[in-house]
Structure formats: structure tokens, C-alpha cells
């Protein structure tokens, strides 16, 4: 007897999803980014013209992760993977509450806030549970630790495990992203031919690139609308009543 294959959810999260549980994004313009210069912060150079200075950001950035709470989408596709769907999460995001909503198949594109990592070997993670990194906290290797996130101008290490994990999906649903930003703006070519893909977001009209159904309607909204039909049906599908085009 074949056993009947779970249907394999990939859904791909940016910073729209987690705005929503009051974490800020850096690309709006009351962002991160308004008195914190991409440069100075979140690249190479940066960590070496002034660590402390970068340590402080993302020190302040951890503590507002950690007052965040995961919002109505996290806990939808939480639920989904609970009622027996195969649900893959890949987001670009850094903070946890995709795990906090209960989902266990999350996949850091860009790395994770409550995790340092030392400065000579990416391999050497150190979980952040309170408090965060100051200068001369050092790794098992006697070398100073850094947040564990990818800054721009990096490589992205699990890229290739992302591009995996998309090839095997049923369905691709996107959230709160604008799908601009590199190399996760590619993954979508790694879907399998005739996998659906719906991209949830308020500006999803202009985002969506040929081919992907539009849901106009924030994470909170749309992502938990969606998941009651497939909840209902026990299936991935695009229900056409809810999306535009």
C-alpha cells in the first residue's frame, strides 16, 4: 500500500510578517535603517570600524525581539503543520517567532538574533537566552563574537538548502516580502513546474511578478484566511474567491 505524501507547504516570510508584531522593518521610512546607516551597521566594514557601536544595535534590536509576540500568522501555519501538512518555513527574518508560534521546520536565511557566533569560525554558535554581546565576550576560540546574522556583502550559507527545500513544494506562499532582495528573490525559480504560488502582502497588486496569485491583505489577515480553506480541505489549493487576479 502507498502511503499517501503530506502536502509540502514552502512558504518564503520577509520583514512584512514580523512589522505586524510590532518588530520594525528596515526599508520603511520610520525603519531601522532612518538613524542607522547600512554601512556603519550591518556590513563587514562596519564591524571593523566600530564594533561596539554595532553590538549596541543589534543589542537593542534583540530586546525588541524578545518583547515581540508572534501574531495570527505565525500561529496559522503553526497550526497547519499541527492538523498534518508538511510546512517549510524559509524567511529572511532573524528574529524567532515562527518558532515561538509553534512551527519547527524554520529554515534562517539570514541568521538568527538570539545567537552569537564567533568571528574566526561561523561554525561556533552560542544561544543569546537574555543579555547580549559586548566587547570581549569571546568564542571557545578566544576570538571576540558577533551577532549571528548574514550583514550585506556576505555570503548567504544556507542558500542552497533553501533552494532544496523549494524544489519539493506542492504550493509557495509568500509573505511580506517585496521580493527584491538577493539571492531569496530567486527561489522562486527553484519551484517545481505546476507548484501554485500566492503572495500575501498589502502591496502584493505591485509586488507579485507574473504567475503568482495576489492576496492584498496584511499577514494577520490573509495568511489565516488561507490556511482555514486548506485546513478545511485538506489540501493546498488557490481558493480564486479570495485573490485578486
Known sequence: M??????????????????????????ASDGLWAN????????????????????AFYNARREQ???ARPNAAHKALAALEQQGFRVSIITQNIDDLHERAGSRHVLHLHGEILKARSTVDRRMHYPLPRGGIALGDVCDKGSQLRPDVVWFGEDVPHFPE?????????????VGTSLEVMPAASLLQHA?????????????????PPGVARLSQPAGKGVPALVRHWRREGRLWVPEALLEG
Open 36 to 55: 542607522h546607516p547600512v554601512e556603519e551597521v550591518a556590513t563587514p566594514g562596519g564591524w571593523r570600524r566600530d564594533p561596539a557601536r554595532v553590538l
Open 65 to 67: 525581539v524578545r518583547r
Open 2 to 27: 502507498v502511503e499517501r505524501r503530506a502536502p509540502h507547504l514552502v512558504v518564503l516570510t520577509g520583514a512584512g510578517i514580523s512589522a505586524e508584531s510590532g518588530i520594525q522593518t528596515f526599508r
Open 192 to 208: 517545481p513546474f505546476g507548484a501554485g504560488c500566492v503572495l500575501v502582502d498589502p502591496e502584493a497588486e505591485a509586488l507579485a
Open 162 to 174: 533553501a533552494c532544496d527545500i523549494v524544489a519539493e513544494a506542492d504550493l509557495v506562499l509568500v
